[in-house]
């Protein structure tokens, strides 16, 4: 059965961004807004760059109960009481996947880093709706260190050639959100784990924001050496 892809929060530059790269390749997904005519508005800048109407758009609350793989868009500080509402409508049948990341405010000249605490003793996003999500729902975390800005700009089609990494403990999950990436041309997903991973991962973000800030650009990205193709 083919997995439909929505994105709660997706009327944002990431969900723009991931939207468009999809949209490419020629894979619908369902973005989502709290308000419907923001949905409305969105997606249809988005389907008139593609030149197709491939994007839907939905609330949140349809976004949910439309899709199988629902991807968190929506920034961190928002994120867990914007899900709150809809887990009573998670099963075991979705994949949750968090492309979130807990950045403190940058500051000229200081270097980005995440904020020092979480809510209930998590120290990454992941591990923070990990125990907001029921336990039966898969839950994976990908996308986490595409510069949003990089996915927007279809116009310049800067060639990605990126790695996604992808950590989580359920593996079927896993491997899904893997094909979806691969639909996304010169993007390679890799297997970075468990969910503690995050914590990793989330740093390796900050890092390159600095980076992008540093070199004025935005198109930074992580590449792993020393992988063949059957490792993942």
Same mark, same amino acid.
């Given at each position: 059965?083919t997995?439909?892809?929505?994105?709660i929060?997706?009327t944002?530059?990431?969900g723009?961004g991931?939207a468009?790269?999809?949209?490419l390749?020629?894979e619908?997904v369902?973005?989502?807004?709290?308000?419907?005519?923001?949905?409305?508005?969105?997606?249809?800048q988005?389907?008139?760059?593609?030149?197709?109407?491939i994007?839907?758009?939905?609330?949140?609350?349809a976004? *949910?109960?439309?899709?199988d793989?629902i991807?968190?868009? %929506?920034?961190f !500080?928002?994120i867990?009481r914007? &899900?709150t509402p809809?887990v009573?409508?998670?099963t075991a049948?979705h994949?949750?996947v968090?492309v979130?990341?807990p950045l403190?405010?940058f500051?000229k000249?200081k270097?980005?880093?995440?904020?020092?605490?979480?809510?209930q003793g998590?120290?990454?996003?992941?591990?923070?709706l990990?125990?907001?999500?029921p336990r039966e729902?898969p839950? *994976?975390g990908?996308?986490?260190?595409?510069s949003?800005? %990089?996915?927007q !700009?279809i116009d310049?089609l800067p &060639?990605l050639?990126q790695d996604v990494?992808?950590?989580g403990?359920?593996k079927q999950?896993?491997?899904?959100?893997?094909?979806?990436t691969?639909?996304?041309k010169?993007?390679?997903?890799?297997?970075?784990?468990?969910t503690?991973?995050?914590?990793h991962?989330?740093?390796?973000?900050?890092?390159?924001?600095?980076?992008n800030?540093?070199y004025?650009?935005h198109?930074?990205g992580?590449?792993?050496?020393?992988?063949?193709?059957r490792?993942w």
């Amino acid at each position: 059965m083919t997995k439909i892809i929505g994105m709660i929060g997706g009327t944002g530059p990431q969900g723009q961004g991931l939207a468009l790269r999809w949209g490419l390749a020629g894979e619908p997904v369902i973005m989502g807004s709290r308000q419907q005519e923001k949905a409305d508005r969105i997606s249809a800048q988005v389907n008139e760059k593609l030149g197709e109407d491939i994007v839907i758009p939905r609330t949140n609350e349809a976004c *949910v109960k439309e899709s199988d793989i629902i991807l968190c868009t %929506t920034p961190f !500080d928002y994120i867990v009481r914007t &899900i709150t509402p809809f887990v009573k409508y998670f099963t075991a049948d979705h994949i949750i996947v968090d492309v979130t990341v807990p950045l403190k405010p940058f500051e000229k000249g200081k270097m980005v880093d995440l904020l020092p605490e979480l809510e209930q003793g998590a120290k990454s996003a992941t591990e923070l709706l990990r125990k907001v999500i029921p336990r039966e729902v898969p839950l *994976v975390g990908a996308f986490k260190t595409l510069s949003n800005a %990089t996915l927007q !700009d279809i116009d310049r089609l800067p &060639i990605l050639n990126q790695d996604v990494f992808i950590l989580g403990r359920e593996k079927q999950a896993k491997h899904v959100v893997k094909v979806k990436t691969k639909l996304i041309k010169n993007l390679r997903p890799i297997d970075a784990g468990g969910t503690l991973s995050a914590r990793h991962v989330e740093h390796f973000t900050a890092f390159l924001i600095g980076l992008n800030s540093r070199y004025k650009t935005h198109d930074c990205g992580f590449g792993v050496t020393g992988l063949t193709e059957r490792d993942w």
